[in-house]
């Protein structure tokens, strides 16, 4: 029965797949108009989304509809503001992934190359389709199951593009801190190449340079690096100690792994104890 209906209708993924197509499409019209501009232009329409993040959110009242006097007031606040930036970012979505096709289309035929973990490399990837329907997914807080060799490195590229733009952060979780600091410098080109700054947040690293990392649009690290700065800057005495800037949006790389695998080993942490 389950066969003949996935025959019929097609499976889940067909499904899914079919309903994102149309916005596939839209950032393909979107890639194909954006050939004819000068590098220097490529580069402005990041300075353009983040106008239109501002002029849109600028007359927007996050307390409208909730009373002055309810105990949740800022926190429901939050939430009719996260909703309205998501609105607009899925605005957004179609010409800004294709600005990161372009920028990666052009990165490939003008044989970039950068130092990688001490190897000199040339960039050579361009999105697929099959990759622009994982950046959507990752976009929208799904998860996307891949294969390794997929390039599930660069399907980040286009989403943390997108929610940094907003100008609040956006966070990259993955597993050590050797993938940390390869994918901050490899997917960094991209970033750097259309204006927006990227950091890596490392083991040993102090707190004023951890500060840095965070201040910077996207940040990478580790799911460990991220979860103890949490749980010392909840600990944090003065303002000035806290490292973190906020939690706008951020991707989990190896998602099984870190939320299934890791999670059952919890993140203890403790201030000293005076002697008994």
Same mark, same amino acid.
């Given at each position: 029965?389950?066969?003949?209906?996935?025959?019929?209708?097609?499976?889940? &993924?067909?499904?899914?797949?079919?309903?994102?197509?149309?916005?596939?499409?839209?950032?393909?019209? &979107?890639?194909?108009?954006?050939?004819?501009?000068?590098?220097?232009?490529?580069?402005?329409?990041?300075?353009?989304?983040?106008?239109?993040?501002?002029?849109?959110?600028?007359?927007?009242?996050?307390?409208?509809?909730?009373?002055?006097? *309810?105990?949740?007031?800022?926190?429901?606040? #939050? +939430?009719?503001?996260?909703?309205?930036?998501?609105?607009? /970012?899925? =605005?957004?979505?179609?010409?800004?992934?294709?600005?990161? +096709?372009? @920028?990666?289309?052009?990165?490939?035929?003008?044989?970039?190359?950068?130092?990688?973990?001490?190897?000199?490399?040339?960039? =050579?990837?361009?999105?697929? =389709?099959?990759?622009?329907?994982? @950046?959507?997914?990752?976009?929208?807080?799904?998860?996307?199951?891949? @294969?390794?060799?997929?390039? +599930?490195?660069?399907?980040?590229?286009?989403? /943390?593009?997108?929610?940094? /733009? @907003?100008?609040?952060?956006? &966070?990259?979780?993955?597993?050590?801190?050797?993938?940390?600091?390869?994918?901050?410098?490899?997917?960094?080109?991209?970033?750097?190449?259309?204006?927006?700054?990227?950091?890596?947040?490392?083991?040993?690293?102090?707190?004023? *340079?951890?500060?840095?990392?965070?201040?910077?649009?996207?940040?990478?690290?580790?799911?460990?690096?991220?979860?103890?700065?949490?749980?010392?800057?909840?600990?944090?005495?003065?303002?000035?100690?806290?490292?973190? #800037?906020? &939690?706008?949006?951020?991707?989990? =790389?190896?998602?099984?792994?870190?939320?299934?695998?890791?999670?059952?080993?919890?993140?203890?942490?403790?201030?000293?104890?005076?002697?008994?």
């Amino acid at each position: 029965m389950l066969k003949l209906f996935e025959k019929m209708f097609g499976t889940r &993924h067909e499904r899914e797949a079919k309903k994102i197509q149309p916005l596939v499409d839209e950032v393909n019209q &979107h890639f194909s108009e954006l050939a004819s501009l000068s590098d220097e232009e490529l580069r402005g329409k990041t300075d353009e989304f983040r106008a239109y993040i501002q002029e849109r959110m600028k007359d927007y009242d996050r307390y409208e509809g909730i009373e002055r006097e *309810d105990p949740e007031r800022e926190k429901k606040a #939050r +939430k009719n503001e996260v909703k309205e930036l998501d609105l607009i /970012l899925e =605005d957004l979505l179609p010409e800004a992934f294709a600005v990161v +096709k372009e @920028a990666c289309r052009r990165m490939k035929e003008n044989g970039y190359t950068f130092d990688l973990m001490g190897t000199e490399t040339t960039w =050579d990837m361009i999105p697929y =389709d099959v990759q622009l329907i994982g @950046a959507i997914m990752l976009h929208r807080g799904r998860i996307a199951e891949m @294969a390794t060799g997929e390039g +599930k490195t660069l399907v980040a590229v286009m989403p /943390l593009y997108l929610n940094a /733009l @907003a100008g609040r952060g956006a &966070h990259l979780v993955t597993v050590n801190d050797y993938l940390a600091q390869r994918d901050s410098q490899w997917m960094g080109q991209v970033y750097e190449y259309l204006g927006l700054t990227v950091g890596c947040i490392l083991s040993q690293m102090s707190p004023d *340079d951890r500060r840095e990392m965070y201040n910077c649009d996207i940040t990478y690290g580790t799911n460990n690096e991220f979860g103890f700065d949490y749980l010392r800057d909840n600990m944090a005495v003065e303002p000035d100690t806290v490292v973190q #800037r906020g &939690h706008q949006y951020a991707i989990i =790389d190896e998602v099984d792994s870190v939320l299934i695998d890791e999670a059952r080993t919890p993140l203890i942490i403790a201030g000293p104890v005076p002697r008994s």
